[in-house]
Every structure is written in C-alpha cells, then in structure tokens.
C-alpha cells in the first residue's frame, strides 16, 4: 500500500473468550533489565483482563501484565506479584510503561508518560528466561496455550515495543506525548511479527491524534 507504515495498527479483542489473541513471532533473550511500553484501551470497567503475557518451559507467568476484578493493574516476574498504581477503567486510550530490573527487583510504571509509583523485591535477582513465547490479550497457563476466558482481554492494544534497558523518564515521556517515537531493540510492534487467532483483529491505527484524543 502507499503510505503503508506496518507498525501503524492496534490489536481488537472484542468479546471474553479463551481462544482469541495474538502471538508475536519474536521471543526474548535472558534479561536482566526490561522496559516495555504500549497503548491500552479497555472495553471493560472492571477487570480488562491480561494485554500481555510470557510464558517459558517451566514457567507460565515469567512476565505478565494483568487486571483482575476491581484490582489495580498487576505485574507478574517469575509468578510474583506487584500490584501497579494504573487503571484503565476509563475507557479510553492509556500508554503504559513498566521498568524493572533483576537488582533488588526494582519496578517503575509509568502512565501517559507520567511516573506512578516505584518498589522493589519483585522478583529480584531473577534473570527473565529466553525463547518463551509472547501472547496479547490472555493469560498463558502453559507456554503458548491454556487459556482461561476470565484472564481474556477485552479492549485494544498497540505500540507494544521492549527494550532490554530501562528507558529514562525523558524516552517514555517522549514515546507518550507522540513527540519522540522509540521503536523497542528486542520487540518491535510491526504487523508482520503478529499473527491473530480467534477472531482477534488488526485494524489501522493511525496517528498520535486518535491516541491522544485530539
């Protein structure tokens, strides 16, 4: 297509089921440091479910982002938990970033480019194990598969993009505010690493303006 940019779409689960979702081609390697940054929109007001899951031999939560019920946004390392100051129940176009590395096991989440809070001792000193398998919109309860309708995302995902650093507050606020755009070093969003299963959708999603709601 003229124009045609392959990272310029957004992911649509529609309904809470356990067979629809995406699956990126890309794995990751050992990691001791990450920061993975997307665009969210929840369709639900409690409960959007699970945007993001990575599932290794042996382990099915090594990295999760997940919202259950009327809880605040959780991320998983190594099936532990940190309970994330970010809602999405608003309904409306949100970017997400979470910083963690394996020293003291220090997070940081970031919304709209704005930093929400900071902890340590999730996970610490666990390298993040390579060669799993990355899932969009559920929750793997074996690598690859084993889905629970429950965990289902309902909404919209895009810009998905993984670094294996962590980015300084001027990147992500750069990467929110559309005015510095980053493209991850070990996951890039682009339409021809993502297949979609289920009903599951790609649609365009275009520029900074929809996101931002201008």
Known sequence: HPGYHPENFKLSFSVRTNYMYGRMKKTLPELYAFTMCLWLKSKTTSGSG????????????????????????????????????????DGMWHHICVVWTTRDGMWTAFQDGKKK???????????????????????????????????????????????????TVSEIE??????????????????????????????PFESCEERLGH
Request: proline residues 6%; negative net charge.
């Open 50 to 89: 699970t945007p993001f899951s990575y599932s290794v031999n042996g382990q099915p939560n090594e990295i999760v982002l997940l919202e259950w019920g009327h809880n605040p946004m959780e991320l998983l390392i190594n099936d532990k938990v940190a309970q994330l100051p970010i809602s999405l129940k």
């Open 117 to 167: 809070g900071s902890k340590d001792n999730l996970s610490a000193w666990h390298p993040i194990k390579p060669n799993g398998v990355i899932i969009f919109g559920q929750e793997q309860d074996a690598v690859g598969g084993r889905f629970d309708a429950t965990q289902a995302f309902v909404g919209e995902v895009a810009q998905f993009n993984m670094w294996d650093r962590v980015l």
């Open 174 to 203: 750069g990467i929110a505010n559309c005015t510095m755009p980053l493209s991850g070093n070990l996951i890039q969003w682009d339409d021809r690493q993502v297949d979609v299963f289920g009903g599951a959708t790609k649609s």
